[in-house]
């Protein structure tokens, strides 16, 4: 775990709705001391200790919490997920709509050679 374990975490905190770290301690049947503690950076929690936080909030991503890297919960990743998704289909959409267009005037392009070729044969 980094230095800035304590940021995440507290920042974990605030994002679940705890007020205090205390609220978190009562939860889990923690000493708010050891809590308060992880909160300020004094020290760093063990297995265990994330473990049983596991059990309680299992919407956190641990990965994010240990590393900074990701996002602080599952959901915030599912939820950036649906963005990326939803941007790549209205790209999509945008590329199949040009493709529409183009092909609606091949198709008048086709029409006009048609009824030249017919005005050209009525004329032979």
Do not use: C
């Given at each position: 775990?980094?230095?800035?374990?304590?940021?995440?975490?507290?920042?974990?905190?605030?994002?679940?709705?705890?007020?205090?770290?205390?609220?978190?301690?009562?939860?889990?049947?923690?000493?708010?001391?050891?809590?308060?503690?992880?909160?300020?950076?004094?020290?760093?929690?063990?297995?265990?200790?994330?473990?049983a936080l596991s059990q309680i909030h299992p919407e956190i991503n641990f990965d994010?919490?240990?590393?900074?890297?990701?996002t602080l919960l599952h959901q915030d990743t599912k939820e950036l997920d649906m963005?990326?998704?939803?941007?790549?289909?209205?790209?999509?959409?945008?590329?199949?709509?040009?493709?529409?267009?183009?092909?609606?005037?091949?198709?008048?392009?086709?029409?006009?050679?048609?009824?030249?070729?017919?005005?050209?044969?009525?004329?032979?």
């Amino acid at each position: 775990m980094d230095s800035n374990f304590h940021e995440r975490f507290s920042k974990l905190l605030e994002k679940l709705g705890y007020r205090s770290a205390a609220q978190l301690a009562d939860k889990m049947g923690q000493a708010p001391t050891k809590i308060r503690g992880y909160a300020r950076g004094a020290n760093k929690p063990g297995l265990e200790f994330l473990e049983a936080l596991s059990q309680i909030h299992p919407e956190i991503n641990f990965d994010y919490l240990i590393t900074g890297i990701g996002t602080l919960l599952h959901q915030d990743t599912k939820e950036l997920d649906m963005k990326l998704l939803q941007s790549i289909i209205e790209s999509k959409d945008k590329q199949i709509e040009g493709y529409q267009r183009t092909l609606e005037g091949l198709q008048e392009e086709n029409d006009k050679l048609v009824r030249l070729a017919k005005n050209r044969n009525k004329k032979a």
